[in-house]
């Protein structure tokens, strides 16, 4: 005899009602007979919103993608709206991937707004998130949806929310907005289309956003030094070759190729294990279109076309992956180069990195007297802090997860603009006889040299996510004393909001939001963060070492005295 848990069971029934179709029954019905494991994952709990909105398995039940967990959230958002702006006719903008059932997903969302009245511009057909957020302010609409699950497998899809500034979801709307979900019934979803409040939208956003794209990420580079620079792009399978070749075209960058076997977009992902630039083998078909062509640059794009992976050239002439912090770094120099060139640095200026990327940004930044703003990880915190400090002017920001936002046009990461921004820097340092990898080492050189590695240890499903729990239960009543030798001198607990001076015992605040993120300090400089996923089941484990590096011609061996210190702390700490 099949047992299911009476609270399983209690939600599994009431999708057993009239208030769900009958092929969604008969599937229910047939989980119950033939997969009881699989009925308790889609049941257990309802999926929540993370750092990167909702995202899941697609599949029936409350801890599934599907048309009724997203037309509940769609219901609650459109209650939210109306409450939020009672006299303005309330306006969405949607967007979606290229995953499986992102069209349909995002045809069902535009039905539930437009049957609350609600003005809907859905995209023709697929687009970049950056798009998205872009033509929410350009359209003036008050909410923004974007259909996507990144970089996650194939099984996965997502939703994704954004505000009026172009922001994802932040306090005190995501709560408020989460409480008026939490409040409905499924029964209460509205699902006829009004499709007089539906109007497509295509082209003429398209142009105007690839335009600002241009405008944003061109620093006056020589037509002969982007004819002379060799790129190799690779969009994945994903969204961004509705958009990236077209900005690099306008651009004036005319020597590109393009990965033809992962140019048709396609949720399978056919040709990668994991559509994620932050994975080496995703790169592999670029990089060797990069070795036949002789490539200088190698771009590839996650499937909504957020992150971008960057491949560059070392001191052997060999193509190497840079990391997200590495990017970052350039990329943010390179920015504050421009801006210091054009007598625009005067104090009111800011950059933004989050507490589990690089330290040496801040190093950058404080070197051009401008302020760097470290947030809680996901460029929604990002955004908010441009909406928080409105007398100050953005230049760039990012993350380690190979995210980058340049200017304040977009209120998210954007691999168009960083994608061009990326090839500014490689053509100028080209035309210079250097190379992006050798301008990376004259930062280290100049500001020290910070080494970063990720660690990510993925637990699926109920177990991986207690193991999770308790994991960083155990980090918190059992705090690391010494690391590798060196021994701990501080601890920051954001979800505690705690910083402690391990030397003296002082305990002060943390005046940022929470976020179950633990981040160990030592006396050698060495900085551990523990983090919990928003999106996937996985906990991850940053670690920074850095030293100073007073010649270029002693990078190899520097840089191999820091992973060996990396590869010290792991072992220490039994990863």
């Known amino acids: 005899m099949i047992y299911i848990k009476p609270e399983i069971l209690e939600r599994v029934n009431t999708w057993l009602t009239p208030t769900f179709d009958k092929e969604s029954q008969e599937q229910i019905k047939h989980l119950i007979a033939s997969n009881p494991k ?82 809907v511009y859905l995209f023709e057909d697929l687009r970049p998130t950056p798009e998205l957020s872009f033509a929410l302010k350009h359209l003036n609409c008050h909410c923004g949806i974007v259909l996507t699950a990144s970089h996650n497998p194939p099984e996965y899809n997502g939703y994704k929310v954004y505000w009026q500034d172009g922001g994802q979801l932040v306090p005190p709307q995501d709560s408020a907005v989460i409480d008026e979900i939490n409040r409905l019934d499924y029964s209460e979803i509205k699902f006829d289309a009004n499709n007089d409040l539906i109007q497509y939208i295509g082209e003429d956003v398209d ?48 020597n590109v190729s393009i990965v033809e076997e992962q140019r048709e977009p396609n949720g399978d992902f056919p040709t990668v294990v994991s559509p994620n630039p932050e994975e080496p083998e995703a790169l592999k078909m670029a990089m060797a279109l990069a070795e036949k062509v002789d490539g200088d640059i190698v771009i590839g794009t ?52 989050t507490i589990v990327s690089t330290p040496m940004l801040s190093v950058v930044a404080d070197s051009y007297d401008v302020d760097c703003k470290i947030v809680l990880t996901g460029f929604k915190w990002i955004a908010k802090m441009i909406n928080d400090f409105p007398e100050l002017d953005f230049i760039g920001g990012g993350e380690e997860s190979f995210g980058y936002m340049v200017g304040d046009f977009v209120r998210d990461k954007d691999a168009v603009t960083s994608t061009l921004l990326a090839c500014e820097i490689a053509a100028q340092a080209k035309a210079k006889g250097k190379s992006m990898y050798q301008e990376l080492i004259h930062l280290y050189v100049e500001h020290g040299f910070y080494k970063e590695r990720l660690i990510s240890l993925t637990k699926k499903g109920i177990e991986g996510a207690q193991e999770i729990k308790q994991m960083m239960i155990d980090a918190r009543e059992n705090p690391l004393k010494i690391v590798n030798g060196s021994k701990v001198i501080k601890i920051e607990d954001y979800q505690l909001s705690t910083l402690k001076d391990v030397n003296t015992g002082k305990v002060s605040t943390i005046d940022i939001p929470k976020s179950n993120v633990l981040i160990y300090y030592t006396e050698d400089g060495s900085k551990i963060a523990l983090r919990p996923s928003g999106t996937e089941p996985k906990i991850k484990f940053y670690i920074s070492v850095n030293t100073s590096l007073d010649n270029s011609s002693d990078f190899k061996n520097t840089e191999q005295l820091l992973e060996d210190r990396i590869d010290a702390i792991l072992k220490d700490m039994k990863l």
């Open 38 to 119: 699989e009925l308790e994952e889609s049941f257990y709990k309802d999926l929540e919103f993370g750092t990167g909105g909702m995202r899941g398995i697609m599949g029936l039940g409350t801890n599934r993608i599907n048309k009724y967990t997203l037309g509940k959230n769609t219901q609650g958002l459109s209650n939210y709206l109306k409450e939020s702006f009672p006299n303005e006719q309330a306006k969405v903008v949607i967007a979606y991937d290229c995953r499986h059932n992102s069209k349909t997903f995002g045809k069902v969302v535009a039905d539930v707004f437009s049957a609350n009245g609600i003005q």
């Open 302 to 353: 996650d499937p909504d076309c957020d992150r971008l992976g960057v491949v560059v050239r070392n001191l052997e002439n060999e193509l190497v992956i840079l990391n997200g912090n590495q990017a970052m770094l350039l990329m943010t120099d390179f920015l504050l180069k421009q801006w210091k060139k054009s007598g625009k640095i005067n104090g009111k200026q800011f950059v933004a990195s």
């Open 207 to 254: 142009d105007v956003f690839i335009d600002n794209s241009v405008k944003n990420g061109s620093f006056n580079t020589s037509a002969d030094a982007k004819a002379d620079l060799n790129v190799v792009f690779t969009s994945l399978h994903g969204t961004s070759i509705t958009a990236i070749p077209e900005t690099l075209k306008r651009a004036g960058y005319t």
